[in-house]
């Protein structure tokens, strides 16, 4: 996990190491051309190129991803309104 983490800095943050010492002045920004969470694995080339239609993808899986969580939620929330495990009220 180490070794991940250390190449996604290299490639999102700014180096605050100068050839003069440490520059305060670029710790913790981002580089300009770099977009959060995108790191360049596309092996099978499904990275759309049009900016928008990047966009409509990305908020589609946001969406997706809250959906997910709320339910999760229910789930939780279930369990606890009737102390039965969610495999128990689906038969299981």
Do not use: C, H
Request: avoid cysteine; charge should be negative; charged fraction near 25%.
């Amino acid at each position: 996990i180490g070794i991940a983490e250390a190449y996604r800095i290299q490639i999102g943050w700014v180096d605050p190491r100068t050839s003069s010492g440490f520059d305060s002045a670029s710790q913790f920004r981002l580089r300009d051309d770099y977009a959060p969470g995108d790191l360049g694995f596309d092996p099978l080339g499904l990275k759309p190129t049009d900016p928008e239609e990047l966009e409509a993808l990305q908020l589609k899986e946001l969406n997706n991803g809250r959906l997910a969580m709320i339910a999760a939620a229910a789930f939780l929330a279930q369990e606890t309104v009737n102390g039965m495990p969610i495999l128990e009220n689906l038969g299981y």
